[in-house]
C-alpha cells in the first residue's frame, strides 16, 4: 500500500548517447528510480536547442527533456602561463552526453531532436530529427 503522503514515482529510463558531427548513436539505456524535473510535455524551446523527447508508437511525442550541453562545438583551452585568460576554440562535433527521460507505458521511442529557426513563412520554430531510437523494454 502506498503512503497517502508518497506519490508514486513515474517510470524513467536513463539515455547515454555517443555523437560526432551530426551522427547520433544510442548506446545504452537503463531504467532508473528517479524524480524527472526540468520536462514539459509542451515545452517552449528555442532554435538550436537540443532536446530529446519521448514518443508513442504514433511519433506523438509525449515529453520533452532538455540536453543541455550536447553536440558541443568548441573546447575550452588553458594556456600553460596562469596569468593569461583560458579561451574557447571551435572543434569538431564529438562526444556523449546523458538525459533521464519519462518513459510511461505508452512510450515507444525516442527521438533526439534539434530545434531549427523557423522558415521564412512559418512563425514558430521547426524541429529537425537527428535520429530516433526504439525503447527496450
Avoid at 562545438?73 to 538525459?99: C, L, N, Q, Y
Amino acid at each position: 500500500m502506498i503512503n497517502p503522503q508518497q506519490t508514486p514515482r513515474a517510470p524513467a529510463i536513463r539515455l547515454i548517447f555517443e555523437y560526432e558531427g551530426d551522427s547520433v548513436r544510442l548506446i545504452s539505456q537503463q531504467p532508473v528510480d528517479t524524480v524527472i524535473s526540468g520536462f514539459d510535455t509542451g515545452a517552449e524551446t528555442r532554435s538550436g536547442d537540443l532536446v530529446v523527447d519521448t514518443r508513442d508508437d504514433s511519433g506523438q511525442r509525449l515529453a520533452r527533456v532538455p540536453a543541455p550541453g550536447a553536440f558541443r562545438k568548441s573546447a575550452e583551452v588553458f594556456p600553460e602561463d596562469h596569468t593569461e585568460p583560458i579561451i574557447r576554440v571551435d572543434v569538431e562535433a564529438r562526444g556523449a552526453f546523458t538525459v533521464i527521460v519519462p518513459a510511461p507505458a505508452e512510450a515507444t521511442q525516442v527521438a533526439v531532436v534539434r530545434v531549427a529557426p523557423p522558415g521564412r513563412e512559418a512563425r514558430a520554430t521547426q524541429d529537425v530529427d537527428l535520429a530516433t531510437f526504439r525503447l527496450e523494454r
